[in-house]
Nanobody
Framework: QVQLVESGGGLVQAGDSLRLSCAAS????????MGWFCQAPGKEREFVGA????????YYVDSVKGRFTISRDNAKNTGYLQMNTLKPEDTAVYYC???????????????????WGQGTQVTVSS
């Protein structure tokens, strides 16, 4: 079991930045790809991006490329989602997730991820 806890969400204005953290506990010896997803009201959960275990590969959806950066510090069992130049359309609950079946590659579907955090709300006002 891997437990994930997100933090760092909040209410910001358009153009501002936020950094979300995802702290892992439990079987922290497990190696996994970490993904980030978001879910806006009335919408399905959407893939934002992910990073492989070694941090050598990242993937982002087009809507956040150049604005969001995913990183991780395995020594601290923590992953990060740096969100810059935020837009009102980024408003959503953001989730981190762990895919323990992948180390080097990245999955983009929520069904591929085994463990999830509780989510943190990000609200961007115009």
């Amino acid at each position: 079991q891997v437990q994930l806890v997100e933090s760092g969400g909040g209410l910001v204005q358009a153009g501002d930045s936020l950094r979300l953290s995802c702290a892992a506990s439990g079987r922290t010896s497990s190696r996994y790809t970490m993904g980030w997803f978001c879910q806006a009201p009335g919408k399905e959960r959407e893939f934002v991006g992910a990073i492989n275990w070694r941090g050598t590969t990242t993937y982002y959806v087009d809507s956040v490329k150049g604005r969001f950066t995913i990183s991780r510090d395995n020594a601290k069992n923590t992953g990060y989602l740096q969100m810059n130049t935020l837009k009102p359309e980024d408003t959503a609950v953001y989730y981190c997730a762990a895919d323990i079946n992948r180390i080097n590659s990245i999955g983009r579907r929520a069904s591929e991820y085994d463990y999830w955090g509780q989510g943190t709300q990000v609200t961007v006002s115009s």
